[in-house]
């Protein structure tokens, strides 16, 4: 195979493999989320294990077709922008989740649960701001 | 579909292909979403018994060589199915089992042993009175009070006896009549400063608490005594008498079933509920009561119910005791109330025949493996957990494996009751409903 055909081809396979990842990462997260909420309902069919595994092997693979190629440093400059975006989404998730989740919690462990993950955020966003002056 | 890459332009043959390729991975993407739901919304349950590498006694699936001509196979599940798929692999050289007919039957095994001759008579300790004759339930046999002043002089009173009409006490065989009036005959039940004592071979053998006398006996079959009573016999106290057999008992986050001296932990709710036991049948018991017993392997669905178990058919009404491996008729008003401290177990007579059918073909592969499907749907409203199938042949034949696989067919009906469970376990979980 010709060079100029070779490198569609793996650019082909990159963007694809991202692709792949997004519909990976979209059914991980309806897959947490239903089994959050309907606790072995859900995982009774797949294996968590198998699907974090299949997570970094797809993560490898972006990985290796990017840097033969050269379009990671490219990508990460769209991506940075895009993050805020995605953050904001992840957070609306991960809250729901973990909020979801403290229902079975009594309210006292709930109550310290809640003051020390404030504390936790508190002496991050400390430590994070610091840094970046 | 959201790109990550669209910064990355390919040339024009490439972007059509990449175009295809998304669509493909999408395709499969929803196909694999369609399995998982199928799989996860009409869940098959499958049964394996591989005679060359598997010991049978740790199968899912239970084998019972009945003659060398009948072989019973028993999957375990709470559930309905729409379909039972039956695959049988014979050894090599074995005769041709097409047309062999399979046989299923969906009960409780322990309701499928075999009814005795005898009926379930009065427990030991049990006092009887029979118009104007009073009895003693003592070592298996009722023995009679030569006397009311027999009875008098041991202390007895007429409301420490429980009336029982002449057919009951025909059931039962008769023993020695009671004429001591100085020593008190063998299973005699005291009540001495709180705590409840049976007297056996001269010895005071106590209850390990009131709770678990309860679960043999009533209250004013024990005679009240006093201290001094203690030193007429010995105490036996390393051997205290716990609970009735089949009484089930909570201690901390679990669920125990006594058995022949020792606990059963159940491993989930689950398994309970399929047994057709009743949340309100649990004696919640304390560190000493449950300590008196061994624990046992947890219980587990392919176990059957133990000894003590009583069954109740719910199309005539009659009450099973079951014994050891065989099963008692309850007959009699007041037999009955003894054994139903419990409910029962509900069941239904015609659990027991094997109604659903169907012939075996060849199959192209495995070798020498043959199958057929019968339809479970009408099981849905015969109780039991236990789903047998019977093969019967003419010749003897070697197995190498068994395989059963339950399916449930994708309609409205499966699908009602899937969206009911979820909606009990959303209901359950949110703290809205009854959890498992």
Redesign the interface.
Known sequence: MEKHSKQQLELLVYKLLHDVLFLWLFGTVCLLTAQNILPNYFFSEFSLAKIIFGLFAILFLIGFFGKRQDVSSEENKEKTKKLSETLVFLIIISSALIINSFRTLEIFPLIASCVFALFIFFAFFQITSKSQK | ?????K??V??PV?QK??FV??VA??IF?LL??LY?LK??LF?SEKFALDFNNQKIEESLLGYEDVSSLEKIFSAYSKDNFSFANFKITAKKNQPNLTDKEVLLRKTYSAFAYPLSDQLATFPDRTLLQNNNDFFLVSNGKIRKFSSFKTLEALGYSQDNFQKITDEEIGYMEKGEEITDTQNYPDNSLFLIDGTYYELLVGALRPFVSEKAFLSHCEKNQALVKDDDFLKKYSINQDNLIGFANGTLLSFDIGVFLVEEGKVVPFNNPETFLALGYNWDDIISANEEEIGLYQRDKVFSISRPHPSGTVFQDQDSGKYYLISGKDKKEIRGENIQRIYLKRKPVLVNEKSLSFDISCKLEKKLWPFNSYGCQMPTATLEKITGKDYQFKLNSNSTFEISQVNIIFSREINWLNMRDIFSD?KQ??LG???YGETL
Do not use: A, D, Q
């Open positions: 579909m959201f790109n990550p890459t910064n990355i390919l040339e490439w292909i990449y390729g998304r991975i999408l993407f694999v979403v998982f799989n996860t869940p979820i376990r959303l979980s949110y703290g």
